[in-house]
């Protein structure tokens, strides 16, 4: 089985590193003949840091950015806070970084795990069949595959073959977006400034740039193509915050008019859809690159169980089951934030009471740092699996001690692999699914349990409760094993006879 990812952006990359690492053939097509010097994308939330921290690539990430703790915005006649401080995380803040830097790592990893990257090479025709898809490349016939992963972006050239809806709307608002060096003092915080005139959001990448969001009101009718100067920069920065801040430097400009789409299928026959070619939003939150990434992390493993012949009929089919409504949360997230930005006057006499009330109350506001770091996501069980409270639930990185030897559980997640944790006395959660060692790696914990409700867990590859029981016998174990992962050759042999 071969797979074909369009486009070389920050989500091509991760599923090209996973699918690579399993020893799953893969191609990335990119139409870019040149490195990208995109830098839209800055903020890389805890979820997505646990998932790289999975592969081994968040330790190489972190020393690049800035962490922040929190928002800050002054609304009003005071400053509100939101913590990023997630005490169940060994990533407690937001990373900013830009775009670049995350894009380079996982292009990095990619290369080295195998997979092959072809640039200048635009896909303009698409034909699938039972046996595969066959695309054509640069006008001229192309390479056939038996899946293709169309991650090319907001105005996908494969979402647009296979006529898939793009549901949603371009928003009026148009933004600016720089990054700029000042000297002016801010807060380590992701500083926002909300006033009559506009709003202002101000990453810090911690050495001395900062990234300027920018709505201006008195910008809305500036064509989008026009050059975007520091000078204007400068002006409506100061007009907008009333503040006297000083720009030393503008590295990079673009004026930006943000959507709210969402493809209405992920998935058509043999040919998925991922990252901003599934879904796209406001820069407000931070939330694309790194749902992107998520949904590479979601497919891969399933694509991977595809290849090795293990995954369920259902499987594939829950790419778009699982991550659609994690797309659609995105969007509703960005959308309020955006709307909240750029309110009109009316709105804006009663935005900073209506702020403080909602922050002031902890319940709320826990619901609020998890959410937009997507920690909150939990997916629902298969159909006929038996189900607890935490089923299809982040699992916290917690130590464990297997073997004799301490070691984090997210170190013991392999993309390609089940894992199951077995807390009990004798070991035999661990020892029933012998016969699934090709796909599941079993180990008996004798340290900690990271939950005192259950005894044995079973985690999917993508860091995810795939089946939990308090005190389960090994008929149990080997049922929700054998349904997540597919009957073995010896039961296949053993059921035949």
Not at 58 to 71: C, S
Not at 110 to 115: D, I, K, P, S, T
Not at 416 to 429: C, I, K, P, T, Y
Request: a positive charge.
């Amino acid at each position: 089985m071969s797979v074909i990812v369009v486009g070389a952006g920050p989500t091509g990359l991760m599923l090209a590193g996973d699918l690579a690492a399993a020893g799953v053939p893969v191609t990335v097509l990119e139409k870019r003949s040149m490195e990208s010097n995109l830098t839209r994308a800055f903020g890389v939330h805890a979820r997505t840091l646990e998932i790289l921290d999975m592969r081994g690539c968040a330790e190489a990430l972190v020393p690049q950015g800035y962490p922040v703790g929190k928002f800050r915005s002054h609304m009003g006649r005071g400053d509100l806070s939101l913590s990023f401080r997630h005490p169940e995380s060994r990533f407690p803040f937001v990373l900013i970084v830009p775009q670049a830097r995350t894009e380079a790592l996982l292009l990095r990893r990619a290369e080295e795990l195998g997979a092959k990257i072809e640039v200048g090479t635009e896909v303009t025709g698409l034909r699938q069949d039972a046996d595969g898809v066959t695309l054509e490349v640069n006008g001229a016939p192309g390479p056939t595959a038996d899946f293709v992963v169309a991650c090319d972006g907001a105005h996908s050239r494969v979402r647009a073959l296979l006529n898939v809806g793009f549901t949603g709307r371009n928003y009026k608002t148009k933004l600016l977006l720089a990054d700029i060096r000042t000297s002016a003092q801010m807060q380590e915080a992701i500083n926002g400034l909300m006033g009559r005139d506009g709003a202002i959001l101000f990453p810090a990448f911690g050495d001395g740039w900062y990234r300027a969001v920018i709505w201006d009101r008195a910008q809305q009718d500036v064509p989008m193509d026009a050059p975007l100067g520091i000078d204007e920069v400068l002006e409506s920065v100061r007009r907008v915050s009333g503040k006297d801040i000083d720009i030393a430097e503008m590295r990079w400009s673009t004026r930006f008019l943000t959507e709210r789409r969402q493809a209405d299928r992920y998935r058509v026959g043999r040919v998925f859809l991922a990252g901003d070619a599934a879904h796209v939003n406001s820069p407000m939150g931070s939330l694309g690159m790194n749902t992107g990434i998520q949904d590479a992390a979601n497919l891969a493993w399933k694509l991977t169980a595809a290849h090795r012949g293990w995954a369920p009929e259902w499987l594939l089919d829950s790419y778009h089951t699982e991550r659609h409504p994690v797309g659609q949360t995105a969007l509703r997230i960005s959308d309020l934030l955006l709307k909240s930005a750029v309110a009109p006057p009316a709105v804006q006499l009663i935005r900073p009471y209506v702020a403080r009330m909602v922050l002031a109350t902890p319940p709320i506001t826990r619901f609020l740092r998890r959410t937009v770091a997507g920690m909150n996501i939990s997916y629902p069980p298969p159909p006929g699996l038996p189900r607890s409270s935490a089923t299809g639930s982040r699992v916290d990185d917690c130590e464990l001690i297997v073997d004799g030897r301490r070691v984090r559980l997210y170190e013991l997640i392999k993309p390609d692999r089940f894992l199951l944790v077995d807390h009990s006395e004798d070991g035999a959660s661990a020892a029933a699914v012998a016969d699934w060692s090709d796909r599941i790696t079993a180990v008996v914990n004798r340290g900690q349990q990271p939950s005192r409700r259950y005894t044995a867990m079973l985690l999917r590859p993508d860091g995810y409760l795939a089946w939990s029981h308090r005190s389960p016998s090994p008929d149990q174990v080997r049922a929700a094993v054998a349904h997540w992962c597919g009957a073995t050759r010896n039961s296949r042999q053993a059921s035949s006879v």
